[in-house]
């Protein structure tokens, strides 16, 4: 999860940098962005930039990759970091005409 958010969610203006947290943490991550089906900005370490969703993380002798939607699979030892590409979706504020 990124860092920062007190409802233990991702939070809009953290980048996670997988020097950082590590690459297990960092694994955990695209786990859970998987889940949540949203889309990540994602930081190659050659300086490539994109959005897009994960679709899954799956392990080949050895090596993690982050299989995405709309772009080739990435080996994540290639990403430098992520974030989230979308504002949290909340519920929208009471009607006060219903108090």
Same mark, same amino acid.
């Given at each position: 999860m !990124?860092?920062?958010?007190?409802?233990?969610?991702?939070?809009?203006?953290?980048?996670? @940098?997988?020097?950082?947290?590590g690459s297990c943490s960092f694994v955990d991550v695209l786990e859970e962005a998987v889940l949540v089906k949203r889309s990540?900005?994602? @930081?190659?370490?050659?300086?490539?930039? !994109?959005?897009?969703?994960?679709?899954?993380?799956?392990t080949e002798s050895g090596q993690d990759f982050a299989v995405f939607r709309s772009h080739a699979r990435v080996p994540v030892r290639d990403i430098a970091a992520a974030t989230r590409a979308e504002p949290p979706r909340r519920p929208p504020p009471p009607d006060p005409a219903r108090r």
């Open positions: !990124f860092a920062g958010d007190p409802r233990g969610g991702w939070d809009v203006m953290s980048r996670l @940098e997988q020097d950082q947290v990540v900005a994602i @930081e190659l370490r050659d300086g490539t930039t !994109f959005i897009d969703q994960v679709t899954d993380v799956t």
